[in-house]
């Protein structure tokens, strides 16, 4: 029953009712005036209610029965009562009559129709308390005048505008989160209707629809932009142009004062397009217009907006607009900084949301990310790294190598940004393995990487890679087996550059924690001048190994003055640097001396800051004994071939050569954490492995860590000096020297130790077996050299009747030029690498007996040298040896 589609009445309808012109009521209903109660009115109404509701338009004679009745009950007396209840039964009332009498509706004055309407309207805010007792009376009205599209007669009306507006304005405000699907569904078709049917909205209009959609506005009643939004999801293809006649006059021709949204219009655009991309077809031209405007501010809004509706999950805009997508991209290159700025991070939400315009976005944040702008470099890694953490599949490897030069940005910020980002990538796809192996291949080079900015000049630099380490690369909160699992495998995987950087952090911290229990030796001492001149040369020292060292040295004296007056604390710092230290107890030490030192009235505290930068650095929170324990067992599991070795991409060598050389490390800056039988054992197991560095790296862990052997460990003494015997006699050079490095080290009979190796190996020199004489001149030379007191004299006849008469001077094959410079060993003969190591031999030897003759090693030196260049038939293989 569309009232907009019928015809006009055919004629008005007069003031009478029947042939008297009386109004005749219904049966049982007495006259309604203003003489009765409004109690007996309000019960008098509710049947005439009950009448309209029961008839239908195909009653002719009670339609014209009641028509006076209809006139009656649009008198100015009932559209302005003052009781409530009784508007709203005349107005359920009304709506019938509407119904009843369509299409020709008995009231025929433009004046009344509009009347009426707004009457109408004013009732329907009794919909807003669904717990009233007249809601159902209230839905019912919506529910009457939705189905009939009552309001389509307003059309005919000149003001008719107002009327919309008042309605609209009245649904909007009364829906809310206690209404169903059903109220909700009226509104809309009793909208929907209004906007579809009608010549057109008026900016007024349409702005009582818009203004639900301002954040402010959607905040506060989330029903009303529910309401808007499917209204004109339901009304799009009418109501699209007068939305583009709107954003055209403020946008393209600056009308602002034709709407007071004109201040919302990016909000709104983005609002619209989130409902239907649809609503906006004619209008994002316009927005590319804007995005050329000559106002940096202006196109800094425009482009806000664009990254929004390009970056939104479900947004196809960059391929059904491409001309304006390319504009926007040009504004990564715009002159406007934030512009620049706005255009870097909207690629994150992209690089997210629509993975498939990566490609696009790449060539962009590579000029981006060599910005003049610190700001805008900055955020292009944290554009790039927020992307990958999502999914590193969202970015490619072009894109990730931006975030890797920047590692090496002039700014610290930047820098730190970068290394940080990546640190966070190599925990989440390597170390956590989240995407699976493919993703942590991709990600590999991230750990060398890190490592490698060690060698920077920065000790900001230095400082984050060991924070790095600590909390990416080897988490240290990990309990022990997985921390060391962890570590084991990942140095098996570094490349030499990263291994040589590990190294050097490891003996940094060594170095500092040797440089701070040198501090608290010196708070034992007496106090003199020496003493303060000491301490405050280490406490300069302690002050370059943290950051600014300018204001690090105001901190460390402050700090040292603390450790000089609290004991306690003082203990705090002994256990945290001494080698029995555990990583647990470290952990405590640290938390306990921040806590001492910290102060709850002061929330950011620089010196707490520098202090705790010093105890991250000294404490040792990776390795202790039960470390190194977990450490020795992975290396067995790899030499038995249970280990993991293979799913962790090393091979079983690789880790069993790796994890010796990661011992040997450790050995150097953790020996006490070595000192047990089980530890020993595994070593034992490695000498006699046919991998010559293995074994030559074993041998170095024992000269580094076995000094409580010979008390403590007599089995493992037992065990070891014939293998270090056996190794000095007819191991490889290298593994010669260690050992006999090792037995004058850790064994107090070392002089009968030695001379067990010595006697035999001076016995055996045979000149004619060259190949056989490699390992014991290693062996002679550096036993020379570690006991010259012992060995002198035994000496001189070997090197007076073996070495130089018999070895140097002599040439028992013809050596052949190949006019290089210099060869390697492999393509020397054995005849030559002997007699280098013969001359090895010798230097060694004098180096021995300098301490004690100094001016007789210098005379032996000089005459050996005469004679091996005074010969005259001296050939070219010999020049080569004694060079």
Known sequence: MDFAAQPKPAAALGGVGSADGKIAYPPGVKEITDKITTDEMIKRLKMVVKTFMDMDQDSEDEKQQYLPLALHLASEFFLRNPNKDVRLLVACCLADIFRIYAPEAPYTSHDKLKDIFLFITRQLKGLEDTKSPQFNRYFYLLENLAWVKSYNICFELEDCNEIFIQLFRTLFSVI??????????????????IIMEGDGVTQELLDSILINLIPAHKNLNKQSFDLAKGLLKRTVQTIEACIANFFNQVLVLGRSSVSDLSE???????????????????????LEFKLKSNDGEERLAVVRLLAKLFGSKDSDLATQN???????????????VPVRLESVKFASHCLMNHPDLAKDLTEYLKVRSHDPEEAIRHDVIVTI?????????????????????RTLDKRWRVRKEAMMGLAQLYKKYCLHGEAGKEAAEKVSWIKDKLLHIYYQNSIDDKLLVEKIFAQYLVPHNLETEERMKCLYYLYASLDPNAVKALNEMWKCQNMLRSHVRELLDLHKQPTSETNCSAMFGKLMTIAKNLPDPGKAQDFVKKFNQVLGDDEKLRSQLELLISPTCSCKQADVCVREIARKLANPKQPTNPFLEMVKFLL?????????????????KLMNKSIEGTADDEEEGVSPDTAIRSGLELLKVLSFTHPTSFHSAETYESLLQCLRMEDDKVAEAAIQIFRNTGHKIETDLPQIRSTLIPILHQKAKRGTPHQA????????????????????????????????????LITPLVSLGHISMLAPDQFASPMKSVVANFIVKDLLMNDRS?????????????????????????????????????????????????????????EGDLTEQKRISCW
């Open 176 to 193: 809310n989160n206690s209404h169903n699907k059903k109220v909700q569904m009226h509104m809309l078709d009793l909208m929907s209707s």
């Open 264 to 286: 919302h219009v990016f909000d709104l655009i983005q609002e619209l397009f989130a409902i239907d991309p649809h609503l906006l077809l004619s209008v994002m031209p316009q």
């Open 322 to 336: 491409r001309p304006l997508w390319q504009c926007f991209l040009g504004r990564f290159n715009d002159i406007h």
């Open 385 to 405: 790294i927020t992307a990958a953490k999502r999914d590193l599949a969202l970015v490619n490897d072009q894109l990730l190598g931006f975030v890797r030069e």
């Open 616 to 632: 991250e650095r000294i404490a040792p929170v990776h390795i202790d004994s039960e470390a190194i324990s977990a450490l020795v």
């Open 737 to 772: 020297k260690q050992a006999v490095h090792c037995i004058h080290a850790i064994f107090t009979n070392k002089e009968v130790q030695l001379a067990q190796i010595f006697e035999p190996l001076s016995r055996s020199l045979n000149a004619d077996v060259p190949e056989q």
């Open 814 to 870: 013809t050596g052949e030029k190949n006019g290089k410079l210099w060869s390697p060993d492999e393509e020397v003969s054995p005849e030559v690498l002997a007699k280098v190591q013969a001359i090895k031999l010798l230097v060694r030897w004098l180096l021995g007996m300098k301490n004690n003759q100094s001016k007789s090693a210098n005379s032996t030196l000089r005459l050996l040298s005469a004679m091996l260049v005074s």
